[in-house]
């Protein structure tokens, strides 16, 4: 039986390296990356000779179309672009250009060399923006309001997927993750810079200050090694195409208790202090997400709890600081 072609793009990051992890242990795939560049693949290093790693940037589209043809995928899991909320706000115009056109020459070149493999389109929570309380767990059908240019970027992301399903019957599957965490993940982000802190000031490597943001928040966090699992069901035919899933655990967990239980995990004796600048211009106190449509469709279960994903985030940045 001939092999199916699996393409990620973005794959050397936090989420492509683990989707990529995930699919090796599959039989019967061939897998193939993309990135802008193949000089820093750590992320990789668990499957770097099984897979074949293009180098290419989405944003230029006779580079892309070139790539597709080469690669004929039957699968495509885009998960390339700028995935900092806080950075939209300094440089909205390259957020877009890389989160929109990436995708858009992808869409052209399926469409142009008459190709359909399963795109499953990496879109985000963050589209759903000022969610009211009443209105929790938030669900698909939940009124879009945005709260940054990355979120609206998303909501281009999304849209474009769904009319390019109506005006071409490609095979788009749109997935809308809430907070995913896990090893690999990037400091910028809060569980990860926590865990991050946490590790250095064990090396003293930093003073025995923590410092936060918003710790009132409570978001909906799934570990990253169960969020790959989704994607893969999404483009193994279990998802309708031109369809929208939200991904998430569906319980919401305060950022204060997020950072008590990490600081539990160590010996270490600490201050926390507020930082401003880790402060989001417009912030949602409570973001939890309603799972049931997908978990319907596919039978998803989460594996991972809270308790071992932590640790494994903290050990990793333990491993990365000595």
């Known amino acids: 039986m001939k092999k199916q072609r699996v ?19 599959k039989k019967k795939l061939e897998v193939f990356g993309i990135d802008l560049s193949t000089a820093k693949v750590d992320n990789l290093e668990n499957c770097f000779n099984y897979i074949k790693l293009f180098s290419c940037d989405l944003t230029e589209s006779i ?9 004929k995928p039957d699968k495509i899991f885009h998960l390339a672009g700028r995935p900092f ?3 939209s706000w300094s440089i909205p115009q390259k957020t877009f250009v890389v989160n929109v056109f990436a995708e858009l020459n992808i869409l052209n070149s399926l469409v142009e060399l008459k190709l359909n493999p399963w795109f499953q389109i990496a879109c985000s929570s963050e589209e759903y923006g000022l969610a009211v309380k009443k209105e929790l767990p938030i ?7 945005p709260l940054s240019p990355y979120a609206v970027s998303k909501i281009a992301q999304d849209y474009l997927g769904y009319q390019y399903y109506k005006s071409y019957g490609l095979r788009v599957v749109r997935t809308r993750p809430f907070n995913h965490i896990g090893p690999r993940q990037n400091e910028n982000f809060v569980v990860s810079n926590f865990a991050k802190q946490i590790a250095l000031i064990e090396a003293g490597k930093q003073p025995p ?31 309708e195409a031109g369809e929208v899933y939200n991904l998430c655990s569906g319980k919401g967990y305060r950022i204060s208790k997020i950072l008590e239980i990490l600081i ?45 994903t932590l640790p494994d985030i903290l050990n990793y940045w333990r491993e990365k600081v000595r």
Request: charged letters at 30%; glycine letters at 6%; one cysteine or more.
């Open 209 to 239: 200050i923590i410092k936060v943001g918003n710790l009132n928040a409570i978001r909906d966090f799934t570990d990253v090694r169960d969020i790959v699992k989704a994607y893969w069901l999404c483009a193994s035919g279990k998802c």
């Open 7 to 25: 393409l990620i793009t973005g794959i050397s990051g936090f989420v492509g390296s683990h989707l990529a992890d995930f699919l090796l242990t």
């Open 139 to 145: 669900s698909e059908k939940n009124e879009l309001r």
């Open 85 to 87: 909320v806080e950075d």
């Open 63 to 71: 580079s892309v179309r070139k790539l597709i043809k080469e690669i």
């Open 264 to 308: 539990s995990l160590s010996k270490i004796k600490v201050k926390i202090q507020r930082d401003p600048k880790r402060m989001r211009p417009s912030d949602v106190p409570v973001w939890v997400g309603d799972n049931r449509k997908f978990v319907k469709q596919t039978g998803w279960k989460l594996e991972y709890s809270l308790e071992e």
